[in-house]
């Protein structure tokens, strides 16, 4: 199967990030879908530092690029689509409500460390 996580906000908790390694460890795909706004300083290097640090295990990292967080949430849904994820874990509500709406993956919520399913 495959399966995406968003990196910050997601992949901070550690039940999470264990979930993700998990699957990894079991032969799933795992996809890191992150957003980006164009301009700032927290690009895909300091992203793939994060990742390291956090001992995240994954198949690819996707940098969802915008010029607003609406803009990122359609890219979010784009590459759910693309990459025929079956779930994808998120904590912005933003991206949650674009992706639920413009994919057939399974959309969990994260909210305050708990997941809303």
């Given at each position: 199967?495959?399966?995406?996580?968003?990196?910050?906000?997601?992949?901070?908790?550690?039940?999470?990030?264990?979930?993700?390694?998990?699957?990894?460890?079991?032969?799933?795909?795992?996809?890191?879908?992150?957003?980006?706004?164009?301009?700032?300083?927290?690009?895909?290097?300091?992203?793939?530092?994060?990742?390291?640090?956090?001992?995240?295990?994954?198949?690819?990292?996707?940098?969802?690029?915008?010029p607003t967080?609406?803009?990122?949430?359609?890219?979010?849904?784009?590459?759910?689509?693309?990459?025929?994820?079956?779930?994808?874990?998120?904590?912005?509500?933003?991206?949650?409500?674009?992706?639920?709406?413009?994919?057939?993956?399974?959309?969990?919520?994260?909210?305050?460390?708990?997941?809303?399913?």
């Amino acid at each position: 199967m495959k399966y995406g996580f968003d990196l910050d906000g997601t992949l901070d908790h550690p039940p999470i990030l264990a979930e993700a390694n998990a699957a990894f460890d079991a032969g799933h795909e795992v996809h890191i879908i992150t957003g980006y706004l164009p301009g700032t300083s927290y690009d895909r290097p300091m992203k793939v530092a994060k990742l390291q640090a956090l001992g995240a295990r994954y198949t690819a990292l996707h940098m969802a690029c915008g010029p607003t967080l609406e803009h990122i949430g359609m890219e979010k849904a784009r590459l759910v689509r693309e990459l025929g994820l079956a779930q994808m874990i998120d904590d912005s509500p933003i991206f949650v409500e674009a992706m639920r709406r413009w994919t057939s993956a399974r959309i969990v919520e994260l909210r305050h460390s708990v997941a809303v399913r």
